[in-house]
């Protein structure tokens, strides 16, 4: 117990690292049984675990690794012509993002994306998410930087493909993987410290690995209507999540 103390940051206990090991785990499990959403959970749980200033770094870095894992699992089913456009925009977004020094209101941010989100579910996705996948980059990966959970908006541009489950979760690991390793290799570059995190980071990282490997069961179990349902279920109340904790801190 006091050698796995000694690997974690100053303050953040054992009872808090099961913790965020818990959320990790979750949060990937959610992402692969219902295509999204795990990303926001996880963020929601780290952010009243976690100092402010590791917040959106650590969980970038995590979010990558949990990506990643589910790609690597489910790769042959990935749409791969999604991918060229949306680099382009994300090296552009995160670039722009790393420069910015002025924070933007995150109750506005939170607010906007949500009512995109609800929009984009009750009607038919926008054309443009699929003929500018490099807008879709930029943009998600510009408010990535500030937001961090922006897999909800990615999930529009991929519901655009209107791809089977199995793909539809691919193709989206696939773009967060590439999204979330620039984020951190800009955030590295700005020069946070993620070796003072390394313990947490790998044991988040193994922990949501487990839960894609579990989320990727119950995956195999549904159907692609019962899929889209959830999808669409998901999408709703996590936008309507974000409006209303956007609301609430804009008022209070």
């Given at each position: 117990m006091e050698t796995l103390t000694a690997l974690l940051p100053e303050g953040f206990g054992v009872l808090?690292?099961?913790?965020v090991l818990a959320a990790s785990f979750l949060g990937s499990f959610i992402t692969v049984a219902f295509g999204i959403g795990g990303g926001a959970f996880l963020l929601a749980?780290?952010?009243s675990l976690m100092p402010p200033a590791a917040l959106i770094?650590?969980?970038g870095v995590v979010q990558f690794g949990s990506n990643a894992g589910r790609f690597a699992m489910l790769w042959r089913q990935t749409a791969w012509t999604a991918l060229?456009?949306?680099?382009l925009g994300s090296l552009?977004?995160?670039g722009v993002g790393g420069l910015v020094v002025v924070d933007l209101p995150p109750e506005a941010v939170q607010i906007?994306?949500?009512l995109f989100i609800i929009w984009s579910v009750l009607s038919k996705p926008p054309e443009w998410l699929k003929r500018w996948p490099w807008l879709t980059g930029g943009i998600s990966s510009f408010l990535t930087m500030f937001f961090g959970a922006t897999g909800v908006f990615v999930a529009n541009y991929t519901k655009s493909l209107k791809l089977p489950r199995h793909a539809h979760v691919a193709t989206h690991a696939a773009l967060m993987t590439v999204q979330h390793l620039l984020k951190v290799l800009v955030f590295g570059l700005l020069g946070f410290a993620f070796g003072d995190w390394a313990a947490v980071i790998v044991g988040m990282i193994v922990a949501g690995l487990a839960g894609t490997?579990?989320?990727k069961l119950a995956l195999n179990r549904i159907t692609d209507m019962n899929f889209r349902r959830a999808l669409d279920a998901v999408l709703l109340l996590i936008a309507l999540r974000l409006?209303?904790?956007?609301?609430?801190?804009?008022?209070?």
């Open positions: 808090l690292f099961a913790g749980v780290l952010a770094p650590v969980h060229p456009g949306f680099t552009i977004g995160a906007g994306v949500g490997w579990t989320g409006v209303w904790q956007g609301l609430r801190d804009l008022w209070g």
